[in-house]
């Protein structure tokens, strides 16, 4: 839409640019209101499906429901619909019925690695089934391993933040610490409810470990206290345009996806309420 | 759509700014017209359901899908969901089946009224099932009638456009000439679609008809033209912020229904990405 951009041309065009020059401000130093609402870029990031959200029902249920609301990419929770247990092949076929879609299968998780062997069956399953993304919870001890993994398989590794009670992971912020100074590979998908039930400001902890965003999970909750449970977007305590405008701030242009974990039996509509919603607050925040 | 109006606003901004500048007021004090950047109040209407959208569904599934989406008032399809050939206690017992849910059953329509009888059996039928409003569709000859029912039965008659290929009131404004004298009780229920299918701004039609505006039927549509359907809220070309900007401009304080046409059978979903949609734009606007 005509938007912003075009009204600072104007502007310029019309003299105000030049009396922000002369005065040594730009437009929107003079005029904070003007940087309140300064649009957003049109999100480089892809919007996508966890399958966490449809773990009662089957892979078939789940792709029809990414693809009626038009989500991009899905993030797959292993243990429901793809049977980390099964053969190879079987794991393959899935996969494969996934990309046939149309879908950009790139994760699957949230994957625990507790053992050694849990985290080379983890990147060798991401090899077989062919994803970019381990959304993973790694023990501390296993880092070292996970990184060398990263490396030798090409992967990334996003670890997960549960909040209040996740004795390894609790908040993203602390995960960083953990993994700044490690391979670019191990970064951190920060899940926004799990955040705000931590008492911690979701756009304030994008910014935070910014440089190692590498997946994201969003959600509302209904309470910034550890018994905050999922709803609706919108209906929640989250403040969704601030959260899109830090996306927008840290330039974030890889993927994210809807995790909606209420009304597990049906979740279609609460989660196509949430789409919406957040399709509503990014178009408003572009003009 | 938005685009030329602002750009004359935004002129017209500019050079009020120099005067700004130069008079010690602040940008936005001097410039009330930065209503468009300023943000909406929150709304003073109600949102709900027109039952057109359930058609295929019964009543009891109707209420359900509003309580879901906690939508707060409901216009019926009496054809579809309040048996208007069946005796008045009947009538009546759904209509309290309704208001016992919790929803504010404000109206009854379309509601087509081609003779003097169908005039008087729908404002009896009104009166029966306790509503304020008749979204209806009066012959031209019977305007007369229809007001001084109105006056009568003291209730609105709020006249519904259905764009291109509807001989009697294809658009809100052209009903509105042929109402705009008449009692206050009589005015128009603008449908967002049927308006953009005649390939008028909606946001437009709204400022032109403000003080009849008494009823509002929100969707989207794919085409701004005669052969454009109703699509998700977002997916389509109906610039919604626009219209909620239209909606806040006018202090509009009635009632508004979402009317999604599509996936007649299992409207759910897609009705719910809608209202989630517009309630992401309201709360973005608010900021």
Redo the contacts between chains.
């Keep these: 839409?005509?938007t912003?951009t075009?009204?600072r041309d104007?502007?310029k065009l019309?003299?105000?640019g030049t009396?922000a020059a002369a005065s040594g401000q730009t437009f929107a130093q003079?005029?904070p209101?003007?940087s309140?609402?300064a649009k957003i870029r049109k999100p480089a990031y892809k919007i996508g499906l966890a399958s966490y959200t449809t773990r009662k029902l089957d892979l078939d249920q789940t792709i029809a429901?990414a693809k009626?609301?038009?989500l991009e990419c899905i993030s797959i929770k292993q243990d429901f619909h793809l049977q980390m247990n099964k053969p190879v092949e079987e794991q393959k076929a899935l996969a494969q019925k996934v990309r046939d879609a149309g879908l950009d299968f790139y994760a699957c998780g949230v994957i625990y690695m507790k053992t050694a062997d849990e985290v080379k069956r983890a990147f060798e399953f991401a090899k077989t089934v062919g994803i970019r993304v381990i959304v993973g919870v790694p023990n501390h001890e296993l880092l070292d391993l996970t990184e060398s993994c990263c490396k030798e398989y090409d992967l990334i590794v996003a670890i997960h933040n549960h909040g209040p009670g996740d004795k390894l992971y609790p908040t993203a912020a602390g995960a960083y610490e953990l993994i700044k100074n490690r391979d670019k590979r191990l970064g951190l998908c920060i899940d926004l409810g799990h955040t705000m039930r931590s008492g911690i400001n979701p756009a304030e902890e994008i910014a935070k470990v910014a440089d190692r965003l590498l997946d994201f999970h969003f959600k509302d909750v209904n309470a910034a206290e550890a018994k905050g449970g999922t709803v609706?977007?919108?209906?929640g305590v989250i403040d969704?345009?601030a959260v899109v405008r830090a996306l927008d701030k840290i330039g974030y242009d890889k993927l994210a996806a809807f995790e909606y974990e209420k009304d597990q039996d049906a979740p279609?509509?609460?989660l196509?309420?949430?789409?919406?919603?957040?399709?509503?607050?990014?178009?408003?925040?572009q003009?």
Tied chains: 1, 2.
């Design positions: 839409m005509q912003f075009s009204r104007i502007l019309a003299g105000l009396i003079a005029n209101d003007a309140r609402a429901i009626q609301l038009k609706e977007m919108g209906r969704i345009p279609q509509v609460g196509a309420e949430s789409v919406g919603y957040l399709r509503g607050v990014i178009r408003t925040l003009e």
